[in-house]
């Protein structure tokens, strides 16, 4: 028998085609659901026509398309199976001789070369849309004025307000984004024309620091030097700037793990880790990533075992609300030990990989029961 027979390859185009119309028809809805979305909270704030609601939503539906995957799988994997049952042509095939680990072959290579592909290939670009969409809808609503980024040279923060921005580097950062270490800040205050404000900023002054901490509503610095135009540099022991940003969710402004694409996370990881960062939701993203063939294959897998019963034996539409039902409970299980793995409370490594390889092994195992006895 050929490695790939025509039998396997007709199951992976009933598949294919089931995927198709399945994305497809969430995918439109989605993008109607988010369009209207935009209108309600973009354009709620600002004047935003049709045309840039839909621009908006489209820098989102990469990322759109890597979230439903899976279920699109699921459902493709289902449809697929069951047209077979409905036409006989699966007691046809069992018939031939073919076992189930060869016509459940093509829903699971289908789910693997689906989990590489979105997560070496689709990732990535949907980071980079995500990103741009964050920094779009940013801008429209003016909401750009605080950032956090780490660089091979350390953190680097901005805030501000709508007469000065003040631009923060620091080589390292203690008590989680609290303290900061060897700081530099530049401070820029807004130009006016006439009465009217311009989009233009000005140089005011740079302050150099040891050590910075942010108090409520301040920084305050410690070992201080203030350098102002056409001013010899004025020494301090402290001095106090007033700060819009927030000790208790500084981080919270940090980069998503969305917008870092799969390829640039480990570097990204490690500039994190140096800076003094916490990396927990980075390398939980990063092994969640790593896990996604997996999560493929499994969801394919639950996808076709429900639909093998015979149609003459009854029971398929139960068979169908469990499979649909253990997806679901697979989806909440993977967002639970995502949440443990992001805060640090269990290994990354564990909480990413241990849902999908439980649901995998489990299927594998129920379908070596049924069929191999």
Same mark, same amino acid.
């Given at each position: 028998?050929?490695?790939?027979?025509?039998?396997?390859?007709?199951?992976?185009?009933?598949?294919?085609?089931?995927?198709?119309?399945?994305?497809?028809?969430?995918?439109?809805?989605?993008?109607?659901?988010?369009?209207?979305?935009?209108?309600?909270?973009?354009?709620?704030?600002?004047?935003?026509?049709?045309?840039?609601?839909?621009?908006?939503?489209?820098?989102?539906?990469?990322? %759109?398309? $890597?979230?439903? @995957?899976?279920? /699109?799988?699921?459902?493709? +994997?289902?449809? &697929? #199976? =069951? !047209?077979?049952?409905?036409?006989?042509?699966?007691?046809?095939?069992?018939?031939?001789?073919?076992?189930?680990?060869?016509?459940?072959?093509?829903?699971?290579?289908?789910?693997?070369?689906?989990?590489?592909?979105?997560?070496?290939?689709?990732?990535?670009?949907?980071?980079?849309?995500?990103?741009?969409?964050?920094?779009?809808?940013?801008?429209?609503?003016?909401?750009?004025?605080?950032?956090?980024?780490?660089?091979?040279?350390?953190?680097?923060?901005?805030?501000?307000?709508?007469?000065?921005?003040?631009?923060?580097?620091?080589?390292?950062?203690?008590?989680?984004?609290?303290?900061?270490?060897?700081?530099?800040? %530049?401070? $820029?205050?807004? @130009?006016?024309? /006439?009465?009217?404000?311009? +989009?233009?900023? &000005? #140089? =005011? !002054?740079?302050?150099?620091?040891?050590?910075?901490?942010?108090?409520?509503?301040?920084?305050?610095?410690?070992?201080?030097?203030?350098?102002?135009?056409?001013?010899?540099?004025?020494?301090?022991?402290?001095?106090?700037?007033?700060?819009?940003?927030?000790?208790?969710?500084?981080?919270?402004?940090?980069?998503?793990?969305?917008?870092?694409?799969?390829?640039?996370?480990?570097?990204?990881?490690?500039?994190?880790?140096?800076?003094?960062?916490?990396?927990?939701?980075?390398?939980?993203?990063?092994?969640?990533?790593?896990?996604?063939?997996?999560?493929?294959?499994?969801?394919?897998?639950?996808?076709?075992?429900?639909?093998?019963?015979?149609?003459?034996?009854?029971?398929?539409?139960?068979?169908?609300?469990?499979? &649909?039902?253990?997806?679901?409970?697979?989806?909440?299980?993977?967002?639970?030990?995502?949440?443990?793995?992001?805060?640090?409370?269990?290994?990354?490594?564990?909480?990413?990989?241990?849902?999908?390889?439980?649901?995998?092994?489990?299927?594998?195992?129920?379908?070596?029961?049924?069929?191999?006895?």
């Amino acid at each position: 028998m050929p490695f790939v027979s025509r039998i396997q390859l007709y199951i992976l185009r009933e598949c294919l085609m089931g995927l198709v119309l399945v994305l497809g028809i969430l995918l439109v809805a989605i993008l109607m659901i988010d369009v209207v979305e935009q209108l309600r909270t973009v354009g709620g704030d600002v004047s935003l026509s049709l045309l840039g609601a839909l621009r908006l939503s489209l820098m989102k539906m990469p990322q %759109i398309v $890597e979230q439903t @995957l899976p279920f /699109g799988l699921l459902v493709a +994997s289902m449809m &697929a #199976f =069951t !047209r077979l049952n409905r036409r006989s042509e699966l007691s046809i095939i069992r018939a031939s001789g073919l076992s189930a680990w060869r016509f459940l072959a093509p829903a699971m290579v289908l789910g693997l070369v689906l989990g590489v592909f979105a997560t070496t290939i689709l990732n990535p670009f949907a980071a980079r849309l995500t990103e741009s969409f964050e920094i779009t809808r940013a801008r429209m609503l003016d909401e750009n004025r605080q950032a956090v980024a780490v660089s091979d040279t350390g953190i680097w923060l901005r805030q501000g307000d709508d007469t000065s921005q003040i631009v923060i580097h620091a080589a390292h950062v203690e008590e989680g984004g609290v303290v900061l270490r060897d700081v530099k800040m %530049i401070e $820029e205050e807004r @130009l006016y024309a /006439g009465s009217q404000p311009t +989009s233009d900023f &000005a #140089f =005011t !002054r740079r302050i150099d620091a040891s050590r910075a901490t942010l108090r409520d509503g301040f920084w305050q610095l410690e070992n201080v030097i203030e350098n102002l135009p056409n001013q010899a540099p004025d020494r301090k022991s402290n001095l106090t700037i007033p700060s819009s940003l927030d000790a208790n969710t500084l981080l919270d402004r940090f980069a998503s793990p969305n917008t870092v694409g799969f390829w640039s996370l480990p570097r990204f990881i490690k500039q994190t880790r140096d800076a003094g960062l916490d990396v927990s939701r980075y390398r939980m993203r990063w092994h969640q990533l790593m896990a996604t063939p997996a999560l493929f294959v499994a969801m394919s897998l639950i996808g076709a075992v429900v639909c093998l019963r015979l149609q003459r034996m009854g029971g398929t539409s139960q068979l169908l609300a469990i499979g &649909a039902l253990g997806a679901i409970g697979l989806y909440f299980f993977t967002q639970f030990s995502s949440s443990l793995g992001a805060t640090g409370a269990a290994p990354p490594l564990i909480a990413a990989w241990s849902p999908p390889l439980f649901v995998l092994f489990s299927t594998l195992a129920w379908v070596a029961y049924r069929e191999d006895g």
